[in-house]
Every structure is written in structure tokens, then in C-alpha cells.
């Protein structure tokens, strides 16, 4: 008996591991000539790889940030599409780095398998979503690691999988948002999402099952397959927040005094621990519209829409908060970035976040949530 024979197999695992890596290698390029370009004195699969930080300023902070896909790795195994994948896992890292004022620069990636034995397909399509996140995202893929857990790792189809990650990020202490530059009657301008990025898919797939039964990913609806609208892929907010306040070391083009990125726990938590340093609160009177699929939960499955807000992002993917005065320059600057946006509300002294219905069975006109 050998180490194949106990389920992990060597040779399969080196191919993949090299798949990703010369993927890796493509994103490099992002970062050139930028804080966090990738240094590679061996030129070589196990070489080093590392980021020249030498005489970086006073007041230069260097953090990370970890999270994972969950279970939209069910969608991927579903539809047999594991090329969006890296969108979800880059969007959850990247834009929370961009909370609070850091650019992120750098990507860490750990993949843990069923087998991948057999798996060249699936990590070349896994490959081309790394090179085309991190161009999304203007990062590199620093390095990464795989492995086998046989049984360990479940889920739908014969290649099962989580994958997670840590984005590297670099901050100058004066630029980091705080929560208290946010004042009375600045504006949220809200950046358009039109999927659940990767947050309330446990709730989605049981309500697909009550409504389709066990197989719905095969089912359609509107003539377009309900598995394609779930995994659409993360819109990545980080390079149109960096362009707002000038990342590490850029010229800022706009005055944002905080941005909110809308994952789980929805508006109500994620604005809210924006809000908390001010002891302010805010008023979303004009939403983003909500996608269909969303709705479509939320009738099928009777799910209230305070538990739509609170587990869905509602349309709304990420919040910007600037002066009055700076919201068109703001919608201008995310627009360029090709995603969609519009003033959605504003800055309050009532320590609520109210958000105008805009769920399926709308029982009440406004929708208030208390601060956390």
C-alpha cells in the first residue's frame, strides 16, 4: 500500500499545484512598479516569492485579512463552471481590506480537495479565474497551497472543495477610515450588485430545494438556468474604492469619509459597524433596485424581507459615504470602473439604519434596523 492507494495522490497534486502557480506567476504583473510587486530572486516552482517593503515611511501599516467562498462552491460543482470562483474569493478579501482605507496589494490562497486526482480540467478553469480576479482586483497572487482530505471535503459531483484566502494590504495611517470623519448628511452612494456575492447561499439552496426539490440547479426559470443566476460572480469594488481615496500612495480623487461592504448580515450590521464610531445613523430612501433572484427567494422560500436585508446584500454590494458635495464626482469615478451607482441615501442623527422596502411582500413602507 502506498500513499495513492490512501487516498492522496502525489504526482495529481504537483500538476494542480503547478496549474495555479503559473497562474500565479501571470498575476505578478498587476502589482509592477507599485507598493506590494512581487519579488522572485529563484525563478523557480518552490523559489521564494516575496514584496520589497524596505524604507517604507513612517506611519506605514501592513495588515491581512482572511475569509472564504462557503458553500458557492456548490454552484460551481453544480453547473461544472469553477472559472468565477476566484471573483467571490477576491471580492470577500479585497473589499473588506478596502473598509478601512487599506489597498490591498497581495493574495494567499489555500485549496482543500476531495481528490485531485484526475482534476487538471477544473484547476485550469480555477487557474483562469485567479489571473482574471487579480486583474479585476489589482493584485498578485502571492502564493498559495493545495491539498487532499479525502472524505474530510463533501458536496455535490466528484470534485468537492473549499477555498479560502488572506489579502495582504498596506495603509498609510493618516488615509485609514475611522468612522468618526463621517458626519450628519453625508451621502451613501450604493455600488450595484446583482448576485448574492457569497453570503445567504445556504438559505438560497434550501429554498431552491422546497420550491424545485433536490435537483432545482437543473431547473430554469424565465428560460435561464437558476444555478447560472445564483454563482454569478462577485462584483470586485477595490480598484474604484482605491481610486476614491489614493490607496497607499496615489493621488486621492474624491473625499470618502467611509465605505461599507455589504456580506453577511446584510446593510443593517454591515453599514451599522461603519456608523458605530459616529453614533450615527442612516437613511436609505432611494435603494438600489433588487435582483429578481432575490425576490424570487424570498417568495418561494417566505422569507420576510427585515430577514431578506439582514442576509442579503438587496441589490447593494457596497455603500461609499462622502459629503454631499463630492456624489456625482464619486458616481463618476465608480461608473468609470464600468458598475453601477447612484446616491441611495444619507448620513442621520436618528441611531437607526431605515431602509425603504424594496422586498418581495412589502408589509411596511420603511424598514428600521437598530445600531449593533
Not at 43 to 66: C, H, K, Q, W
Not at 165 to 170: C, D
Not at 336 to 356: E, L, P, R, V, Y
Amino acid at each position: 500500500m502506498n500513499y495513492k492507494d490512501a487516498g492522496v495522490d502525489n504526482e495529481a497534486k504537483e500538476d494542480v499545484s503547478k496549474i495555479l502557480y503559473n497562474a500565479a506567476k501571470e498575476t505578478w504583473a498587476n502589482r509592477v512598479g507599485q507598493i506590494g510587486q512581487v519579488i522572485c530572486p529563484f525563478d523557480d516552482f518552490s523559489g521564494v516569492r516575496a514584496i520589497n517593503v524596505s524604507n517604507l515611511p513612517e506611519g506605514t501599516y501592513m495588515g491581512a485579512g482572511a475569509d472564504g467562498i462557503g458553500t458557492k462552491t456548490y454552484l460551481a460543482e453544480y453547473t461544472g463552471n469553477h472559472s468565477t470562483m476566484a471573483f467571490d474569493l477576491f471580492a470577500m478579501v479585497c473589499d473588506d481590506a478596502v473598509v478601512r482605507g487599506a489597498e490591498p496589494v497581495a493574495i494567499i490562497s489555500e485549496l482543500a480537495t476531495n481528490s485531485l486526482t484526475g482534476r487538471a480540467k477544473e484547476a485550469k478553469d480555477l487557474a483562469l479565474g485567479y489571473v482574471r480576479a487579480a486583474k479585476a482586483a489589482n493584485v498578485a497572487v502571492l502564493t498559495g497551497e493545495t491539498s487532499e482530505l479525502g472524505s474530510r471535503v463533501g458536496g455535490y459531483g466528484p470534485f468537492n472543495y473549499n477555498w479560502g484566502g488572506v489579502a495582504i494590504w498596506f495603509a498609510k495611517k493618516d488615509r485609514m477610515f475611522t468612522g468618526r470623519e463621517i458626519k450628519p448628511d453625508d451621502v451613501l452612494i450604493g455600488l450595484a450588485e446583482n448576485g448574492f456575492r457569497s453570503n445567504g447561499l445556504s438559505l438560497v439552496r434550501k429554498t431552491m430545494e422546497n420550491k424545485w426539490g433536490p435537483e432545482w440547479y437543473k431547473a430554469s426559470y424565465d428560460e435561464i438556468r437558476l444555478a447560472d443566476s445564483v454563482i454569478q460572480p462577485s462584483v470586485i469594488y477595490t480598484p474604484a474604492v482605491v481610486d476614491m481615496f489614493g490607496g497607499y500612495n496615489n493621488e486621492p480623487k474624491a473625499e470618502i469619509h467611509g465605505f461599507a461592504h455589504i456580506t453577511g448580515g446584510g446593510i443593517p450590521e454591515k453599514l451599522g459597524r461603519v456608523l458605530k464610531p459616529s453614533g450615527l445613523g442612516a437613511l436609505i430612501d432611494d435603494p438600489l433596485p433588487t435582483p429578481e433572484i432575490m425576490r424570487l427567494c424570498q417568495e418561494w422560500g417566505n422569507v420576510a424581507d427585515e430577514d431578506m436585508y439582514n442576509t442579503f446584500n438587496g441589490g447593494t454590494g457596497g455603500i461609499t459615504i462622502a459629503p454631499k458635495d463630492e456624489a456625482e464626482n464619486v458616481i463618476g469615478i465608480i461608473q468609470d470602473h464600468h458598475i453601477a451607482a447612484k446616491k441611495i441615501g444619507k448620513i442621520t442623527t436618528d441611531k437607526n439604519i431605515s431602509i425603504a422596502n424594496n422586498g418581495f411582500f412589502k408589509k411596511e413602507k420603511i424598514l428600521k434596523f437598530g445600531l449593533l
